[in-house]
């Protein structure tokens, strides 16, 4: 077993092997204790891997789902043997995104899933200083859309803290503490100050232009959990 990698990014080299001992038939389980990370890291990194940037799709929240029949099960496999992409198995089974990924690593015969190229490969694996020219330790600020985005993943799909951070290439401290501040704000208290009239006009505005969770508080300054209906 290695020594714990938890947080840390994933190498080339170590993309690879996760690769070959997946394909190989290992467990995730099995090689979560290989890597010294856990099984929702690698699970996470499998679907980045195999499925691409299909993990923040639109897609019904996983909470919500029920349990896979066998004939759930028989008909994603056919349709995904027969080139059904992620959004079509989505909209066929009424499952999400991440459901659906799940699924697949665990009950498709690992010879239907698309190995990536070289180019995927070494693109995955580039350092944060490598993509920006940046050091390596440079923290980059969180942008709205970011934030969005994680609300999104953690609120709406249902992912955990460790697959946000594989997702968006941040660490899993990273993530954790910026979903404390969109939701508690940066002094942790989670009681809003009473709603003026003012207040209420703009939360229905937004409402009914369908803007997002974190932009409309941001424009009222609330937190996101406040504005939720």
Partial sequence: MSSSNQGKPWSYDQTKELLGLFASGKLCSNIALHFG????????????????????KEGPATKQM??????????????FKN???????????????????????????????????ERELHEMTKTHGEKTGLPANFKARWTTD????IDKLYRVLGMSFVEIAEVVERT????SS????????????????????????????????????????????????????
């Avoid at 009473?194 to 424009?219: F, I, N, Q, V, Y």
Wanted: charged letters at 30%.
């Fill in 37 to 56: 990370r856990t099984t929702s890291a690698i699970q996470a990194r499998l679907c980045r891997l195999y499925f691409g940037e299909c993990a923040d």
């Fill in 66 to 79: 029920k349990r896979w029949s066998t004939q759930d099960d028989l008909i994603l496999i056919e349709k």
């Fill in 83 to 117: 080139g059904a992409r992620i959004q079509d198995l989505m909209r066929h089974l009424g499952r999400s995104p991440k459901s659906i990924e799940l699924r697949l690593l665990e009950n498709a015969p690992r010879s239907l899933l698309r190995y990536p190229s």
């Fill in 146 to 149: 970011e934030e969005i985005r």
């Fill in 172 to 175: 899993v401290v990273a993530v």
């Fill in 178 to 229: 910026r979903l404390a501040r969109i939701y508690f704000g940066a002094d942790g208290s989670a009681h809003p100050a009473p709603w003026s009239k003012e207040d209420d006009s703009a939360l229905l505005k937004a409402h009914d232009t369908r803007k997002d969770l974190c932009t409309t508080a941001k424009e009222i300054s609330r937190q996101p959990n406040h504005v939720a209906f």
